[in-house]
């Protein structure tokens, strides 16, 4: 199973807020419209595909350093990072996560790490991004709305 991460275009916007998953993971996630809404220039809004159809989302921060202290100057973040919930349970979301490293190599030459946080609570996606390659740091951040959040990373350089 082949998917491809692109960056989206505004004409995708709409097409990437329906994706929707399952209202138990909405505190986890927020909805796609949301996160578009708050999109700035640091922020970038990416989609996965599988064949033609748009099955994932996530927004590639490449000022993730500005807001956390833990996280390495020039580093990316990972935010609203989701699978459309009529997709999960297929693998989709380790592929996507095991595709994210050589994606955002090519995509973002100068930056070496990519760093995301996720929920304690979230024990598949923090399985998820394990199997993909991130490594938890053994940090806690404590400011997300839903409660302690590990704090993850994948370096991008060999």
Known sequence: MAVVLKRLTHDLYESATSLLVAPEQLKFTGTVADALAGIDEACHPHGIWLD???????????????????????????????????????????????????????????????WLTVNCKNLAAYRCYEQGGFTDTGDLYLGGAAGPQHVMRQALTH
């Open 52 to 114: 033609r159809s748009m099955v994932g989302f996530f927004i590639v921060d490449t000022q993730f350093d500005h807001e956390f202290d833990f996280c390495e100057a020039g580093s990316l973040g990972i935010r609203t990072f989701l699978i459309d919930g009529q997709r999960q349970g297929q693998g989709l979301g380790k592929t996507a996560v095991k595709a994210l490293r050589p994606y955002l190599t090519g995509a973002y030459p100068a930056s070496a790490m990519i």
